[in-house]
């Protein structure tokens, strides 16, 4: 057994046991109570789920097994001369819950290179869509594609006990994590240069070998990949795409099948597809104010006439923080550090100042701060990615990270298919009346 599935085990057998312990006597312990508002409010804020690599506070925003993002920059191991964390860390802390060592980070970064082969149907598959067919779409289909080699899904198939099922789903899990990045790249050399693909460099860590394969050497590139793929990763298990691996995973589907649906989720304009609606949303501001600098006033008449049509602000507000969002704010900080006045980045911080009392101002919204979704557009093209559909699929590369170590931790617990009660607005009505 291999080193992190090891301590895995061990950690997440540990706390299968006090689970047990905590059911047996607290079971019918009440944890929540539901209003009819969250009923039809799209169950914000029930308590209803469990998930182990982070945890999301309104206020303060996202923590993984405990630390902040500001902690995860410092105290995660980083590649040579690299001052931001390595994603592969982060998966490490997520699954067993300790910051790993350098030599540890390596052992994933070899490990997944290892797992990193994709059969040729994959890629022919891909290449079977229309060029321009969404990259999201694109990184499902390739996702899916992928399925035949779920380990979880052959073993399933030969009759495996139940307490293995963790097992199978780390090894897919792990091999899907180690495949995506040369899917992803694969993906936007495809549709955006000709399909002139970059192959993989293995020297690389997980991150910086995407950068490259994405076609990009700048080493601010692949520093700011680094720290996105660490920041997208989980948000704790009740987004859309967190949600939604759990939800499909719960019926036995494989990682690729669960991941795959996730990746439907995150391609909504609602969740991860914000990111290229921000920038698609400010390149239309530049082109109607005629200026690539405008001043606080104009981007405010801007965002009025956005909200006057009926649209939302995107990359503003969220369904549960209630303050800038910390994602938003390292990339905000990475910006300060390393970008020198950038248009398009003044722009973004300009926004930050305009739009909270507007949106504040409308009375209903509950968060008028900046989402992560604000700020990563305007990175990605100052290192010259202004190909603004396919940000999405970066966000789900990252993604995996949580939603994936959440899907090992949901087999070890042996946690059941999810089936929550729906009722009617006849249901409704009655009960109201019979109360
Ligand atoms: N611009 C305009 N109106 C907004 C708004 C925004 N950015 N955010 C919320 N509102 C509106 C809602 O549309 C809703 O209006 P109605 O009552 O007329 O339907 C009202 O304010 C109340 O909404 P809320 O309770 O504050 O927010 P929700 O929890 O319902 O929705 C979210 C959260 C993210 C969908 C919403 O803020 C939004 O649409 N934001 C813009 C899209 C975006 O940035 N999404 C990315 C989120 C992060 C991610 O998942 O990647």
Same mark, same amino acid.
């Given at each position: 057994?291999?080193?992190?599935?090891?301590?895995?085990?061990?950690?997440?057998?540990?706390?299968?046991?006090?689970?047990?312990?905590?059911?047996?006597?607290?079971?019918?312990?009440?944890?929540?109570?539901?209003?009819?508002?969250?009923?039809?409010?799209?169950?914000?804020?029930?308590?209803?789920?469990?998930?182990?690599?982070?945890?999301?506070?309104?206020?303060?925003?996202?923590?993984?097994?405990?630390?902040?993002?500001?902690?995860?920059?410092?105290?995660?191991?980083?590649?040579?001369?690299?001052?931001?964390?390595?994603?592969?860390?982060?998966?490490?802390?997520?699954?067993?819950?300790?910051?790993?060592?350098?030599?540890?980070?390596?052992?994933?970064?070899?490990?997944?290179?290892?797992?990193?082969?994709?059969?040729?149907?994959?890629?022919?598959?891909?290449?079977?869509?229309?060029?321009?067919?969404?990259?999201?779409?694109?990184?499902?289909?390739?996702?899916?594609?992928?399925?035949?080699?779920?380990?979880?899904?052959?073993?399933?198939?030969?009759?495996?006990?139940?307490?293995?099922?963790?097992?199978?789903?780390?090894?897919?899990?792990?091999?899907?994590?180690?495949?995506?990045?040369?899917?992803?790249?694969?993906?936007?050399?495809?549709?955006?240069?000709?399909?002139?693909?970059?192959?993989?460099?293995?020297?690389?860590?997980?991150?910086?070998?995407?950068?490259?394969?994405?076609?990009?050497?700048?080493?601010?590139?692949?520093?700011?990949?680094?720290?996105?793929?660490?920041?997208?990763?989980?948000?704790?298990?009740?987004?859309?795409?967190?949600?939604?691996?759990?939800?499909?995973?719960?019926?036995?589907?494989?990682?690729?099948?669960?991941?795959?649906?996730?990746?439907?989720?995150?391609?909504?304009? $609602?969740?991860? !597809? +914000?990111? *290229?609606?921000?920038? /698609?949303?400010?390149?239309?501001?530049? @082109?109607?104010?005629?200026?690539?600098?405008?001043?606080?006033?104009?981007?405010?008449?801007?965002?009025?006439?956005?909200?006057?049509?009926?649209?939302?602000?995107?990359?503003?507000?969220?369904?549960?923080?209630?303050?800038?969002?910390?994602?938003?704010?390292?990339?905000?900080?990475?910006?300060?550090?390393?970008?020198?006045?950038?248009?398009?980045?003044?722009?973004?911080?300009?926004?930050?100042?305009?739009?909270?009392?507007?949106?504040?101002?409308?009375?209903?919204?509950?968060?008028?701060?900046?989402?992560?979704?604000?700020?990563?557009?305007?990175?990605?093209?100052?290192?010259?990615?202004?190909?603004?559909?396919?940000?999405?699929?970066?966000?789900?590369?990252?993604?995996? $990270?949580?939603? !994936? +170590?959440? *899907?090992?931790?949901? /087999?070890?617990?042996?946690?059941?298919? @999810?089936?929550?009660?729906?009722?009617?607005?006849?249901?409704?009505?009655?009960?109201?009346?019979?109360?």
């Amino acid at each position: 057994m291999d080193q992190l599935k090891q301590l895995f085990y061990e950690k997440s057998q540990q706390t299968a046991n006090e689970v047990k312990e905590l059911l047996k006597v607290h079971g019918n312990t009440r944890v929540d109570d539901v209003n009819l508002d969250q009923v039809y409010g799209g169950m914000r804020d029930i308590t209803c789920m469990i998930w182990e690599p982070s945890l999301l506070d309104s206020e303060e925003g996202i923590r993984f097994r405990g630390y902040s993002i500001p902690e995860l920059r410092e105290k995660l191991p980083h590649a040579p001369n690299s001052k931001e964390p390595l994603p592969e860390g982060l998966f490490w802390l997520m699954l067993v819950g300790e910051i790993p060592t350098g030599e540890q980070v390596k052992w994933i970064t070899d490990n997944w290179v290892q797992r990193s082969n994709i059969p040729d149907y994959v890629f022919r598959t891909i290449d079977a869509l229309p060029v321009d067919t969404h990259p999201m779409t694109q990184f499902s289909v390739g996702i899916l594609a992928m399925q035949k080699t779920s380990v979880f899904a052959q073993k399933y198939a030969a009759g495996m006990k139940k307490s293995d099922y963790w097992d199978a789903t780390y090894e897919d899990s792990m091999n899907l994590i180690a495949r995506l990045p040369r899917i992803a790249a694969y993906i936007f050399r495809r549709i955006y240069h000709n399909n002139d693909h970059v192959l993989p460099d293995i020297s690389l860590d997980w991150g910086g070998n995407f950068a490259h394969m994405l076609g990009y050497n700048d080493q601010g590139f692949r520093e700011y990949i680094r720290l996105f793929l660490t920041i997208h990763a989980d948000h704790e298990g009740g987004n859309a795409s967190a949600h939604t691996t759990h939800l499909v995973g719960s019926t036995l589907s494989d990682p690729y099948l669960s991941f795959s649906a996730a990746m439907n989720a995150l391609a909504g304009p $609602l969740h991860g !597809l +914000a990111n *290229q609606e921000v920038i /698609r949303w400010i390149q239309k501001m530049v @082109e109607t104010i005629g200026t690539s600098k405008p001043t606080k006033d104009q981007i405010a008449t801007y965002v009025k006439s956005t909200l006057d049509s009926g649209r939302v602000v995107p990359g503003y507000g969220h369904a549960v923080l209630r303050k800038p969002d910390p994602r938003y704010m390292a990339q905000k900080h990475f910006c300060e550090e390393n970008i020198k006045d950038d248009d398009l980045v003044n722009i973004v911080w300009n926004i930050f100042e305009v739009v909270p009392p507007i949106l504040s101002s409308l009375g209903k919204v509950k968060n008028p701060w900046p989402n992560v979704d604000a700020h990563s557009g305007a990175v990605l093209l100052h290192y010259g990615m202004k190909e603004y559909n396919y940000y999405t699929v970066i966000f789900g590369v990252s993604r995996a $990270l949580g939603v !994936l +170590a959440a *899907q090992c931790w949901s /087999r070890a617990l042996g946690l059941p298919l @999810e089936r929550p009660k729906s009722v009617t607005t006849e249901w409704v009505k009655q009960y109201l009346s019979d109360k």
